[in-house]
């Protein structure tokens, strides 16, 4: 008889879901990005933010920098419901996250969203 695989209660996510892969797929791309214009927007500040026709600021890239910042943040909150083969329950998943890259992960976003 085969076991069918118990269901996943509605506040859990599967961490070898679609979903999880394309997300997955999706912050690397974010990291790629910030890895590649970050050493320009150190480098090159004036040109960060741009005086426009009228003298109006071009928040375009800033408003793509907060967009990432705002994409971490919800990473942050989805790795507290990523379940995993070695733990299956809330407190377990919260309690491994907590422990293990928390704390790097608030400290580069919040740093991120702070000083942009």
Not at 5 to 31: A, M, Q, R
Not at 68 to 94: H, M, P, Q, S
Not at 96 to 114: E, I, P, Q, S
């Amino acid at each position: 008889m085969i076991q069918s695989e118990t269901k996943l209660p509605w506040y859990l996510v599967d961490g070898h879901g679609t979903f999880v892969s394309i997300w997955n797929f999706c912050i690397t791309l974010l990291i790629i990005y910030t890895l590649t214009v970050a050493p320009f927007i150190l480098v090159f500040q004036d040109s960060y933010i741009q005086k426009g026709e009228n003298n109006v600021n071009d928040m375009t890239l800033v408003q793509i920098e907060y967009f990432i910042d705002i994409v971490y943040c919800l990473e942050i909150t989805l790795n507290f419901f990523k379940r995993t083969n070695g733990y299956k329950n809330l407190d377990e998943i919260a309690l491994r996250y907590l422990k293990t890259t928390f704390l790097f992960d608030v400290v580069a976003t919040v740093t991120g969203l702070y000083f942009s």
